[in-house]
C-alpha cells in the first residue's frame, strides 16, 4: 500500500543519492557530504549527513510499492561504503563532529550511532564492514555513556534510543543501564504541561523529534515510563497542529516548522493526540503544505529522510480524530507562555513569553499571519521583542492577554575569513581536549543561540480576543527617537539551522511598517472574521 509518506520519500531519493560519493575506488566512496567529497568548499566532512545510509538500508530491504532500490547490489554497495566511512571520520574519543573539526558533537554522536546502529540491526552481519562499524559503535557508545547535554532535550532523547540498539546488537546491560539512565533524567526535565525543554522553552518540530526518538525505544523496550512521556508530550503538542496544514513557528523557542512523522504515526495507536495530529499531517504534506521532503534542503533530507519511510511502516489504520482547530476552547499553559483560542472565527496562538509572538488563522477565509513581535530600527541597530524570557512580565484573563518586553539586540552574524581561521587553528591545537573543547561550543551557542544584549526600548503587548474581533495593540517606548517599526513580519532572530523554510502559507503574510521618528509608539491592529486588517499609530 502507498501512502504520502512513502511517495513524498521516493521521489526525492535520486537527489538523496546525488549527495554521496558512488566511486568505489575514491577515498570518500560512501561520504554522502557533498560539500565536503565533490565540491572541496570545506576542510572536513559533516558526519550527520551519514544519517542518510538508514534511508537506503531501509530502501534495501522493505519491498515497499514503486521501490526500485530494494535487494538493489549498487545500494548495497553504497551502504557498506557509508558505514565505512562512518567509521574512519570518528574522534579519537569515540564522538562524532557535525559543524567544525573535533567539535565532539552530543547530537552527532548520539543520532549518527542511532541511524548507523538501526542500519545494522536491519541487514545485520551480511553487511561486510560489520565487524568494524561495531567497534565504532562501541567507543561511540562509551563517549555517550560519560556525556550528555540538555540543553536541546530531543538529543537526550536520540541518545536514550542509540544506547538501546548498542545493547540489542551486542547484549551488554551497561547499554541498555545507561538508556534507561538518561531516560529517567529526561523525565526529569519534562515540564508538567508535556514539554521538553530546548533552550529554555517548548519547540513544536523538536518536540515531535523527541517522540520520534523515545516511540523508537518504547517500540524496543517496552518501557512504560517512555510511553507516559510520549503521551505527556503529545498533550502538548496537539495544540500546535494550524487549520492550514501547517504546524509550529515562530512562537517555539526554536521556530520550526514542521513534525517529524515516524513517532507520531506509531504512538497513533493508542493516543488520540496522535491521531489528530497525523489526521492532518497526511493531508497537508499530500497537498505539499508544510513541511516535507519535497522543501527539505540536502542536509535535513539526509537527517530525517528515513523517518518518512517509517511513518509509511507505522501508519495506524483506525479512525482519527478530529483536529483541534475544529473544537472552540481556550488553553493557557502558563509554565510555556502558550496562549491557544480556537473559536467560531479563528484559531490564534501566542506565546506571551516571548514577547507575544503570535500565528492567527482565519477560518473562514483559509488565511493566516505570523507576527514575531515588534522590530525597531534606529541608529543603524535592529532590535526584537520577539525573544524567550523567563521573566516576562505577562497575564492572561477573559480573553485578554499582556505581556511587557525589552527589545533584543540583533546581531547579524556571518562567518570572516579571519574567524574560520582562527577557530581552525584553535580546534587543531585544543579541539583534542575533549571538556575544552565542549566548553568552547557552549560559548558558541550561547553567543549564536541564546545570547542576551537586551536594550533601553520596552514594549507591551496587550491581546483581546472577541468572537469575531482581534485586537493586537503594542507600547513601544525608548529613550531615542524610533526611526523604524515593522510588526506582523515572521522574523526569527536566532541561528536554527532546520529553521526558516517556506511554506506557501508564508506568502500570506504582509509585514506593516512605519517611520515615527519619536520615543512613544502605540500600534494598534485589529483583525476581523471577514479577513480585514486595520492598523492605526501614534506616536509623541
Not at 513517532?263 to 499530500?286: H, M, P, T
Not at 513569553?353 to 492567527?360: A, H, S, T, Y
Request: with cysteine.
Amino acid at each position: 500500500m502507498n501512502s504520502v509518506y512513502l511517495e513524498s520519500m521516493l521521489k526525492e531519493i535520486p537527489r538523496l543519492l546525488g549527495l554521496v560519493d558512488k566511486n568505489p575506488s575514491s577515498p570518500t566512496f560512501g561520504c554522502f557530504d557533498r560539500q565536503f567529497w565533490h565540491y572541496n568548499v570545506v576542510d572536513f566532512p559533516c558526519a550527520r549527513f551519514q544519517e542518510a545510509v538508514l534511508t537506503l538500508a531501509i530502501l534495501y530491504q522493505n519491498e515497499f510499492p514503486d521501490n526500485a532500490y530494494y535487494k538493489n547490489s549498487n545500494i548495497f554497495s553504497l551502504i557498506d561504503g557509508a558505514l565505512r566511512f562512518w567509521s574512519d571520520m570518528q574522534d579519537s574519543d569515540g564522538s562524532f563532529s557535525e559543524w567544525y573539526p573535533v567539535e565532539h558533537s552530543f547530537v552527532a554522536t548520539a543520532f549518527t550511532t542511532y541511524a548507523i546502529s538501526e542500519t545494522l540491526l536491519i541487514l545485520g552481519e551480511d553487511i561486510p564492514s560489520y565487524k568494524k562499524v561495531l567497534k565504532s559503535l562501541r567507543r561511540a557508545g562509551e563517549w555517550l555513556l560519560n556525556y550528555t547535554d540538555f540543553t536541546a532535550c530531543n538529543q537526550v532523547a536520540g541518545a536514550v534510543t542509540a544506547l538501546f540498539n548498542l545493547y540489542l546488537l551486542t547484549s551488554e546491560e551497561r547499554y541498555r543501564d545507561g538508556a534507561t539512565r538518561k531516560l529517567e533524567q529526561l523525565k526529569d526535565r519534562q515540564n508538567p504541561e508535556g514539554w521538553f525543554p530546548e533552550y529554555g522553552g517548548p519547540d513544536t518540530g523538536y518536540l515531535s523529534l523527541a517522540i520520534d526518538y523515545l516511540s523508537k525505544y518504547y517500540e524496543k523496550s517496552e518501557d512504560p515510563l517512555a510511553r507516559e512521556m510520549i503521551d505527556r508530550a503529545l498533550g502538548f503538542l496537539v495544540y500546535f497542529a494550524h487549520p492550514n496544514g501547517t504546524f509550529g513557528g515562530e512562537y517555539g523557542s526554536r521556530n520550526t516548522k514542521y513534525i517529524i512523522p515516524a513517532g507520531v504515526e506509531f504512538s497513533s495507536r493508542w493516543n488520540k493526540d496522535a491521531g489528530v495530529i497525523v489526521s492532518l499531517l497526511r493531508e497537508s504534506l499530500g497537498k505539499m503544505q508544510t513541511v516535507g521532503p519535497y522543501n527539505l534542503d540536502d542536509r535535513y533530507l539526509s537527517y530525517t529522510g528515513y523517518t518518512y519511510l517509517q511513518a509509511h511502516m507505522n501508519m495506524h489504520q483506525g479512525d482519527l480524530e478530529p483536529p483541534m482547530f475544529e473544537m472552540e476552547f481556550v488553553k493557557f499553559l502558563p509554565n510555556s507562555g502558550m496562549l491557544v483560542v480556537s473559536n467560531d472565527n479563528f484559531y490564534f496562538i501566542s506565546n506571551l513569553k516571548k514577547g507575544g509572538v503570535f500565528r492567527l488563522f482565519n477560518k473562514k477565509t483559509n488565511s493566516s499571519i505570523s507576527d514575531s513581535g515588534v522590530i525597531v530600527e534606529m541608529g543603524g541597530r535592529t532590535y526584537s521583542s520577539g525573544w524567550l524570557n523567563d521573566k516576562s512580565d505577562l497575564s492572561f484573563e477573559n480573553y485578554k492577554a499582556m505581556t511587557r518586553n525589552s527589545l533584543l539586540r540583533l546581531s547579524y552574524k556571518t562567518m570572516s575569513s579571519t574567524d574560520l581561521v582562527l577557530s581552525r587553528l584553535f580546534q587543531l591545537i585544543f579541539g583534542r581536549f575533549t571538556n575544552l573543547s565542549l566548553k568552547v561550543k557552549d560559548i558558541l551557542r550561547r553567543f549564536l543561540i541564546t545570547y542576551r544584549g537586551e536594550s533601553n526600548i520596552e514594549v507591551t503587548r496587550y491581546i483581546d480576543i472577541t468572537g469575531d474581533e482581534i485586537t493586537v495593540r503594542d507600547e513601544i517606548t525608548s529613550d531615542k527617537d524610533i526611526e523604524k517599526i515593522t510588526v506582523g513580519a515572521e522574523n526569527p532572530y536566532i541561528y536554527i539551522p532546520s529553521s526558516r523554510y517556506f511554506e506557501p502559507q508564508d506568502l500570506d503574510n504582509c509585514p506593516k511598517v512605519i517611520y515615527p521618528e519619536k520615543t512613544r509608539v502605540k500600534i494598534v491592529r485589529r483583525y476581523d472574521a471577514e479577513g480585514k486588517e486595520e492598523l492605526t499609530y501614534q506616536s509623541t
